[in-house]
């Protein structure tokens, strides 16, 4: 009879017990996933174009969700997916630190949108926004496409011309008025008048240090056409004339 009473006991004991871990354990998991343990305080930093809120709201830490939820890598694609971010580093510090270092694309050309606005290009033909004035400083480019909106891509045509403004000297902008899809290849019209025929976008390198050269050195007096197809011969054409290959 003490025997049963005792195994009576310990099974009591051990059910206590478990119940108490169990009751722990619930207690732990509730207090893991609430908000004494969230994402309370959200530190954004790093961008010049994107605001703290949009941020936020884009990486889903709106209402400090708890940390132990949350992964740095789908925060990270979250805010990629805004048009001017290029990459978002995430860091998760525990009480309830969530740290967005954030590295903006680079804008490289303009085209027209619509008649009242202008999209902002990136060298991989991504839209980063729609203004209403043309941006001062950035080449213009024309695909022959209608834009995207912001955080949508150029096609084929238009991320070629792309990285054809993103190969483009700095110095160089100022002269140039536009760089259009001709046929096919790249075209770059100057402001003087002259056309610089650049052709595929390989080597455009090459094809925008000969340009400079030739602006540079060259008698352009009567000049139309400067074909660059060739870096390494760049052609002059005569108005109505005939070639003339340009001296190294």
Same mark, same amino acid.
């Given at each position: 009879?003490?025997?049963?009473?005792?195994?009576?006991?310990?099974?009591?004991?051990?059910?206590?017990?478990?119940?108490?871990?169990?009751?722990?354990?619930?207690?732990?998991?509730?207090?893991?996933?609430?908000?004494?343990?969230?994402?309370?305080?959200?530190?954004?930093?790093?961008?010049?174009?994107?605001?703290?809120?949009?941020?936020?709201?884009?990486?889903?830490?709106?209402?400090?969700?708890?940390?132990?939820?949350?992964?740095?890598?789908?925060?990270?694609?979250?805010?990629?997916?805004?048009?001017?971010?290029?990459?978002?580093?995430?860091?998760?510090? #525990?009480?309830?630190?969530?740290?967005? =270092?954030?590295?903006?694309?680079?804008?490289?050309?303009?085209?027209?949108?619509?008649?009242?606005?202008?999209?902002?290009?990136?060298?991989?033909?991504?839209?980063?926004?729609?203004?209403? +004035?043309?941006?001062?400083?950035?080449?213009?480019?024309?695909?022959?496409?209608? +834009?995207?909106?912001?955080?949508?891509?150029?096609?084929?045509?238009?991320?070629?011309?792309? =990285?054809?403004?993103?190969?483009?000297?700095?110095?160089?902008?100022?002269?140039?008025?536009?760089?259009? #899809? =001709?046929?096919?290849?790249?075209?770059?019209?100057? =402001?003087?008048?002259?056309?610089?025929?650049?052709?595929?976008?390989?080597?455009?390198?090459?094809?925008?240090?000969a340009l400079a050269t030739v602006l540079a050195k060259g008698d352009l007096a009567g000049i139309g056409t400067v074909d660059l197809t060739v870096p390494s011969a760049p052609v002059l054409i005569r108005k109505a004339s005939s070639?003339?290959?340009?001296?190294?």
């Amino acid at each position: 009879m003490r025997v049963a009473r005792a195994a009576g006991r310990r099974r009591m004991r051990l059910l206590i017990a478990a119940l108490l871990v169990a009751l722990v354990g619930a207690s732990f998991l509730a207090v893991l996933h609430s908000s004494l343990l969230g994402a309370r305080d959200v530190e954004v930093s790093g961008s010049a174009h994107v605001s703290r809120e949009s941020v936020v709201h884009a990486a889903g830490l709106e209402g400090a969700p708890p940390l132990v939820d949350l992964s740095a890598r789908a925060i990270a694609a979250r805010v990629e997916r805004l048009p001017w971010v290029g990459k978002a580093v995430v860091t998760i510090s #525990w009480p309830s630190t969530v740290r967005i =270092r954030l590295t903006d694309r680079v804008p490289v050309a303009e085209m027209r949108a619509t008649r009242t606005t202008w999209a902002v290009i990136d060298p991989t033909g991504r839209v980063l926004e729609d203004v209403t +004035s043309p941006p001062e400083g950035l080449p213009r480019i024309t695909a022959g496409e209608a +834009s995207p909106p912001p955080g949508g891509r150029l096609l084929s045509t238009g991320r070629a011309l792309a =990285r054809t403004a993103a190969s483009m000297p700095e110095s160089m902008v100022p002269a140039v008025s536009e760089i259009e #899809w =001709r046929g096919d290849g790249v075209d770059v019209l100057l =402001r003087a008048g002259i056309v610089a025929v650049l052709g595929s976008t390989s080597s455009l390198g090459d094809k925008f240090l000969a340009l400079a050269t030739v602006l540079a050195k060259g008698d352009l007096a009567g000049i139309g056409t400067v074909d660059l197809t060739v870096p390494s011969a760049p052609v002059l054409i005569r108005k109505a004339s005939s070639p003339i290959v340009a001296r190294k």
